[in-house]
Nanobody, 116 residues
Framework: QVQVVESGGGPVQPGGSLRLSCAASGFTISIYAVTWYRQAPGKERELVAALSNTDGNTNYADSVKGRFTISRDRARNTVYLQMNSLKAEDTAVYYC?????????WGQGTQVTVSS
């Protein structure tokens, strides 16, 4: 089955860290451009971090620069989002998207809740 599955979300206190995983099955994620998005209640989905499949360049939303890191593990066929110094405003459902030409895969999302 061709899909991406996110995991690693959960509750965390402000200032804490989480690492989200986007595990691909049925395709090789390293040839795909991968983007993490998030959607908070009542807000539009927004780009958080992106990883190019051509040159490995990364791109981050201004709100997460210096705190979040997107990376890829080819052996595990997985893309990660390391999130440090989490803030209450990072609370959202986080989604992984993998794109390559006409192929476009979305995961089901993983909830991140930052609260004391």
């Amino acid at each position: 089955q061709v899909q991406v599955v996110e995991s690693g979300g959960g509750p965390v206190q402000p200032g804490g860290s989480l690492r989200l995983s986007c595990a691909a099955s049925g395709f090789t994620i390293s040839i795909y451009a991968v983007t993490w998005y998030r959607q908070a209640p009542g807000k539009e989905r927004e780009l958080v971090a992106a990883l190019s499949n051509t040159d490995g360049n990364t791109n981050y939303a201004d709100s997460v620069k210096g705190r979040f890191t997107i990376s890829r593990d080819r052996a595990r066929n997985t893309v990660y989002l390391q999130m440090n110094s989490l803030k209450a405003e990072d609370t959202a459902v986080y989604y992984c998207n993998a794109r390559h030409f006409l192929n476009n895969y979305w995961g089901q999302g993983t909830q991140v809740t930052v609260s004391s």
